[in-house]
């Protein structure tokens, strides 16, 4: 999967810490709700292997002037469920077209 021609797999997300800490995530998916972009990320373990432990994070996504991706935390409560719940559906329709 692509997103603006870079590989999903080759993007690293840091996401910075209020106590200055810092965690690198990998996309996990992208995915369009209401004419807006989002990544659900997850951390990585090693260098670029997604840690399916851990909980998937979603993150509005827009693009600079260079189509480089900038993630942006997601304030409003309704938006945040409604991708929340759109992700959840491709989480569920993943697992069961893995099933059969």
């Known amino acids: 999967m692509e997103f603006m021609g870079k590989k999903l797999e080759n993007l690293i997300v840091t996401l910075p810490y209020a106590d200055g800490t810092s965690v690198d995530c990998g996309v996990y ?3 369009e709700v ?3 972009k989002y990544f659900a990320l997850l951390p990585l373990k090693g260098e670029k292997e997604l840690d399916f432990s851990q909980n998937y994070m979603l993150y509005e996504v827009i693009e600079d002037e260079d189509n480089n991706p900038i993630v942006m935390y997601i304030e409003d409560d309704m938006e945040f469920a409604i991708a929340s719940q759109y992700f ?3 989480l ?3 697992r069961n077209g893995h099933q059969s």
């Open 29 to 31: 998916s992208y995915f």
């Open 34 to 36: 209401n004419n807006k």
């Open 88 to 90: 959840s559906c491709q």
């Open 92 to 94: 569920e329709q993943n």
